[in-house]
């Protein structure tokens, strides 16, 4: 019944941005973080990010993307820059004890 509420995906062009957000309910989250899905792919983790803001990110984003939390309002955020066409998926919030995925937010890349 409770899930998180994802938005910000859209359309955009190779090399530029995207600001994905986030907001869940159930108290400050020990982790919270972002999946996403290619058509046709597993869902894979893409970043974390810690109570303490500690972040670790996958290889494939690494110096492009930024995972960021605001606690007091339960959100999480995914900064995403230079993005490239394979980046194209559905983004999913994730957080620990989460009981259900959201219905995600569809980013494209493409000229």
């Known amino acids: 019944q409770v899930q998180p509420q994802e938005s910000g995906g859209g359309l955009a062009q190779p090399g530029g941005s995207l600001k994905l957000s986030c907001v869940a309910s159930?108290?400050?989250?020990?982790?919270m973080g972002w999946y996403r899905q290619a058509p046709g792919l597993e869902r894979e983790l893409v970043a974390t990010i810690t109570d303490t803001s500690v972040t670790n990110y996958a290889d494939f984003v690494k110096g492009r993307f930024t995972i960021s939390r605001d606690n007091a309002r339960n959100a999480v955020y995914l900064q995403m820059n230079s993005l490239k066409p394979e980046d194209t998926a559905v983004y999913y919030c994730?957080?620990?004890?989460?009981?259900?995925w959201g219905k995600g937010t569809p980013v494209t890349v493409s000229s």
């Open positions: 994730w957080h620990t004890g989460m009981g259900y």
């Open positions: 159930g108290g400050i989250f020990k982790s």
